[in-house]
């Protein structure tokens, strides 16, 4: 469970980039996390994780103060930035090995085998990051996010470069993951995804939660027959 209490963070005096969110991504859903560019969904993600300070307010990772107490909290997830650009000088093996390294993870050859292989980059292993695609950085940076089979999953634009078969693979693994009993959380740009696959939404513009909840309970408030592109859009101020 992730849970966010009432977080602001301001980057200038008196702009909030994210202002007093609160709202809670339970265990066995996939959450997704919508807004437009600029919205505060990225200050957002990096506050859970740890990168960022937070000004005011709490985030708990299964009970952990992200704060108060990192190390237990980043125990807790895995991280896709959504820049899959990191660690260009090792080898893939080399990274999916530093990343066993850090989780103290014990069987990581059978993982690093069965994921890379899932993901189709087994055969990649032992070239340069550098040299890999932006698809295959991508599918690298995922296999070693779940090399320590975390409980939560925090994904920023997660499909961004994949291949239909990758994106497919990954959006089922989500789908195990929550129905597990376990917690997705991820943002995305490609609402036709979201509509499909989560099973709840939050939508924020301007660093303010506009709306949390289902698709069905977002129609019953805003349109019954309107598609979650178009709903977002009027939720944002954004429709024609």
């Known amino acids: 469970m992730i849970e966010f209490k009432n977080i602001s963070k301001s980057y200038r005096k008196g702009t909030k980039a994210v202002d007093d969110l609160s709202f809670t991504v339970n265990d066995g859903e996939i959450f997704g996390f919508l807004g437009p560019n600029g919205a505060g969904k990225s200050t957002t993600i990096r506050m859970l994780t740890g990168i960022l300070g937070i000004d005011e307010g709490q985030i708990l990772l299964d009970g952990h103060d992200i704060s108060k107490d990192p190390l237990n909290a980043k125990k807790t997830f895995g991280y896709v930035a959504d820049d899959p650009d990191q660690f260009l000088t090792l080898k893939g093996?080399?990274?999916?090995?530093?990343?066993?390294?850090?989780?103290?993870?014990?069987?990581?050859?059978?993982?690093?085998?069965?994921?890379?292989?899932?993901?189709?980059?087994?055969?990649?292993?032992?070239?340069?990051?550098?040299?890999?695609?932006?698809?295959?950085?991508?599918?690298?940076?995922?296999?070693?996010?779940?090399?320590?089979?975390?409980?939560?999953?925090?994904?920023?634009?997660?499909?961004?470069?994949?291949?239909?078969?990758?994106?497919?693979?990954?959006?089922?693994?989500?789908?195990?993951?929550?129905?597990?009993?376990?917690?997705?959380?991820?943002?995305t740009h490609v609402l036709d995804v979201a509509e499909k696959i989560c099973d709840r939404v939050g939508i924020i513009n301007k660093g303010k939660l506009l709306f949390v909840g289902s698709l069905d309970e977002m129609k019953e408030t805003f349109k019954e027959d309107a598609t979650l592109e178009q709903l977002f859009l009027e939720i944002t101020g954004n429709a024609a």
């Open 93 to 187: 093996i080399e990274y999916l090995n530093f990343m066993a390294d850090i989780y103290d993870v014990k069987d990581r050859k059978e993982k690093i085998e069965t994921l890379t292989k899932r993901f189709e980059i087994f055969d990649a292993l032992n070239s340069r990051i550098e040299s890999y695609s932006h698809g295959m950085r991508q599918k690298i940076i995922i296999c070693g996010c779940l090399m320590h089979e975390p409980k939560n999953w925090i994904l920023d634009e997660p499909m961004t470069g994949l291949d239909p078969k990758s994106s497919f693979d990954l959006k089922t693994r989500m789908r195990e993951h929550a129905d597990a009993g376990n917690c997705v959380f991820f943002s």
